[in-house]
């Protein structure tokens, strides 16, 4: 009985001791990981794109009356008349006017699918902001029951 108490124990050390010489007589040693460089140059961090939400939160009272398109767009954008936001602040629904090259191409405001894709940018040349410059108006009075 003592045999074979002692045989498990004697090869579990071997064991070790062959998977320790395994280690470190290895190949892959730290000169050669230090001469690759493209695991010790840091990857540059992109700009994360942002989603409609995260645009128009900069923007007053959340961008209603601004027009915004998807970057890949050309020639087309919404002019933002309804946002329904979620308690996060980031995710939603949005309602617009489509505007292609600049004319209103739609009479009513139509759902805007893609709000959460990570592609939205602000139109600046838009008809809002050219009325705001020129005619600086008042804040209307927020009334909260």
């Known amino acids: 009985m003592a045999t074979r108490s002692i045989a498990p124990i004697g090869s579990s050390w071997r064991q070790f001791s062959f998977n ?5 007589l290895s190949t892959s040693s730290p000169l050669a ?3 690759n460089p493209s695991t010790t140059v840091s990857k540059s961090k992109r700009k994360k794109k942002k989603n ?4 128009a939160q900069f923007l007053p009272n959340w961008g209603i009356g601004y027009q915004m398109a998807k970057t890949h767009w050309s020639g087309v954008a919404y002019q933002i008349t309804k946002i329904n ?4 602040g980031k995710h939603g629904k949005a309602w617009g006017i489509v505007h292609k090259d600049g004319i209103q191409a739609a009479d ?4 805007i699918s893609g709000v959460h ?11 809002k ?3 705001i410059t020129s005619h ?3 804040e209307p009075e927020v009334q909260v029951t």
């Open 20 to 24: 320790f010489i395994k280690r470190t």
């Open 108 to 111: 009513a405001p139509k759902k």
């Open 117 to 127: 894709k990570r592609c939205w940018k602000y139109i600046p040349n838009s008809k």
């Open 52 to 55: 409609l939400f995260e645009v």
């Open 33 to 35: 990981s230090a001469s």
């Open 129 to 131: 902001t050219e009325q």
């Open 136 to 138: 600086p108006q008042s």
């Open 85 to 88: 936001l979620y308690k996060d």
